[in-house]
């Protein structure tokens, strides 16, 4: 998924789980603080708490 789907699917604000890993379960509740962006290779959205940059596809939708 590109910069622009995310954007139009998840709306600012929306809340994941930062699961960075997808072989372990589990992860820290996060919502998004900005809008997605294209960068190279990979697509990152800012988010509010640690790393505060995340892969889109490392964020899972919660709920």
Known sequence: MKA???N???PVGSVFIYQPNPVLRGGKVVSTV???RDC???SVVEINQEPY???I???IPAG
Request: positive net charge; aromatic residues 16%; hydrophobic residues 40%.
């Open 4 to 6: 622009k789907e995310f």
């Open 34 to 36: 900005d809008l997605a």
């Open 57 to 59: 596809k490392s964020l």
């Open 40 to 42: 190279r290779d990979v």
């Open 8 to 10: 139009q699917k998840y």
């Open 53 to 55: 940059f995340a892969n």
